[in-house]
């Protein structure tokens, strides 16, 4: 079956980092951008952050500019994305996302990805 598996929410304290991965299963992110997308609760879906495949080239959002890495590796066909000094406002349902195309697809888009994964709650107290 191919899917995006994703995994590492949790409960943090503000302050705190964590680190979420989106494996790829049943293909290879080979020319893929791949990114994360978060929705709060009572909140529209919103981008955080992308990175392409082939050349490492990434974007952020501006709220998580210095705080959150996206980082790709090829030999384990998987995406991170390391969050650091977390703040209450990150809490939110995690999605990874992957769409065929060298272009990294900053914003809200809308941009037609052709793979999703299940979401990972994160929580930040404060």
């Known amino acids: 079956e191919v899917q995006l598996v994703e995994s590492g929410g949790g409960l943090v304290q503000a302050g705190g980092s964590l680190r979420l991965s989106c494996a790829a299963v049943g293909f290879t992110f080979d020319d893929y951008t791949i990114g994360w997308v978060r929705r709060a609760p009572g909140k529209d879906r919103k981008w955080v952050s992308c990175i392409s495949s082939r050349d490492g080239r990434t974007s952020y959002t501006d709220s998580v500019k210095g705080r959150f890495t996206i980082s790709y590796d090829n030999a384990k066909n998987t995406v991170y994305l390391q969050m650091n000094s977390l703040k209450p406002e990150d809490t939110a349902v995690y999605y990874c996302?992957?769409?065929?195309?060298?272009?990294?697809?900053?914003?809200?888009?809308?941009?037609?990805?052709?793979?999703w994964g299940q979401g990972t709650q994160v929580t930040v107290s404060s």
């Open positions: 996302n992957a769409h065929k195309t060298i272009v990294v697809e900053t914003g809200d888009g809308p941009y037609e990805y052709d793979y």
